[in-house]
């Protein structure tokens, strides 16, 4: 398996300033047709996941251009422009480059300082 | 409106068998990928496996193979996940997903959940 992890775990925030959080995979998530397939999804208390980015830098459909993704090969980053108290949850990387299985990172979550 | 509603929260005893459902609407239900994500109490997401309703297709994570079996109906446009002997471990909820097949969009649209007691 693919093995995805994130940091930090905790992520303090100010509301109006910007954050970032990593997510690393033990192999490359360049698939050979050339997309990378690595999403981004937030858990705010108490929902369902949400899908935030998808193919590393794609932003859903509804989701703010606050949020961003980045990264190639193994090494990826969420950025949100501004934070807003609307923003805490956890965030999850998720691979899918292979689909047995697709592989979650632990979460980082993210508060409101 | 694209939506997947899950059945509700269940309680249950060790090795009893269960099935939940997953029911889709505003797609079309045979032509994308269904995930199931498991989330134990406190803790972070699963990727149980996904099945193509069209098909049948369907692939475990190696986790869950032989633990538990996802099926779909397309007359209902309904996706299940089933035990056949339930343990205090699968307590957690449930959650599916859409993945769509032709281009990937990620897990796009998910439900509401399904919380699974086994106690």
């Known amino acids: 398996d693919i093995v995805m992890t994130q940091s930090p775990l905790s992520l303090p925030v100010t509301p109006g300033e910007p954050a970032s959080i990593s997510c690393r995979s033990s192999?490359?998530?360049?698939?050979?047709?050339?997309?990378?397939?690595l999403d981004w999804y937030l858990q705010k208390p108490g929902q369902s996941p949400q899908l935030l980015i998808y193919?590393?830098?794609n932003r859903a459909s509804g989701v703010p251009d606050r949020f961003s993704g980045s990264g190639s090969g193994t090494d990826f980053t969420l950025k949100i422009s501004k934070v807003e108290a609307e923003d805490v949850g956890v965030y999850y990387c998720?691979?899918?480059?292979?689909?047995?299985?697709?592989?979650f990172g632990p979460g980082t979550k993210v508060e409101i300082k | 409106e694209v939506q997947l509603v899950q059945s509700g929260a269940e309680v249950k005893k060790p090795g009893e068998s269960l099935k939940i459902s997953c029911k889709a609407s505003g797609y079309s239900f045979p032509n994308s990928w269904i995930a199931w994500v498991r989330q134990m109490p406190g803790k972070g997401l699963e990727w149980m496996g996904i099945i193509f309703p069209g098909d049948s297709d369907t692939r475990y994570s190696p986790s869950f193979e032989g633990q538990v079996t996802m099926s779909a109906d397309l007359s209902t446009n309904t996706a299940y996940l089933q035990w056949s002997s339930l343990k205090a471990s699968d307590t957690a909820k449930y959650y599916c997903?859409?993945?769509?097949?032709?281009?990937?969009?990620?897990?796009?649209?998910w439900g509401q959940g399904t919380t699974v007691t086994v106690s």
């Open positions: 192999q490359s998530l360049l698939h050979r047709n050339g997309n990378t397939y």
């Open positions: 997903a859409r993945r769509r097949k032709t281009t990937y969009y990620g897990m796009d649209v």
């Open positions: 193919m590393a830098s």
């Open positions: 998720m691979q899918a480059v292979l689909d047995s299985p697709c592989t």
